[in-house]
């Protein structure tokens, strides 16, 4: 089993930066890894995701060129690097893995991911 803890979030004020953190236990194979979000009153949506080599990065239209996914594969923990946050920004992050095999052809894809984390609060302000 894949364990996923998220931290870091907290309140900031527009044009602000946050780094979320996800550390992952257990099964630690390669996989597709991403961050999600939920705002209030919306369904879950993607943010951005890292393919299985830890290179190939993609991204939601809405946060390209703010935000920067990562991993440190020595400490098994995933980032999120979050700049020029706006108020639609404010969310819950979660991040998320798939623990059974299988290629997609779009990461960004809340649906591929069956493990998630239990959120971490970001709540953006002017």
């Known amino acids: 089993q894949v364990q996923l803890v998220e931290s870091g979030g907290g309140s900031v004020q527009t044009g602000g930066s946050l780094t979320l953190s996800c550390v992952v236990s257990?099964?630690?194979?390669?996989?597709?890894m991403g961050w999600f979000r939920q705002p209030p009153g919306k369904e879950r949506e993607a943010v951005a995701a890292l393919g299985t080599g830890y290179v190939a990065t993609y991204y939601a239209d809405s946060v390209k060129g703010r935000f920067t996914i990562s991993r440190d594969n020595a400490k098994n923990t995933l980032f999120l690097q979050m700049t020029g946050l706006k108020l639609e920004d404010t969310a819950i992050y979660y991040c998320?893995?798939?623990?059974?095999?299988?290629?997609?052809?779009?990461?960004?894809?809340?649906?591929?991911?069956?493990?998630w984390g239990q959120g971490t609060q970001v709540t953006v302000s002017s």
């Open positions: 998320a893995t798939r623990t059974r095999p299988g290629y997609t052809s779009s990461p960004l894809s809340v649906d591929y991911y069956n493990a």
């Open positions: 257990g099964d630690t194979t390669r996989r597709y």
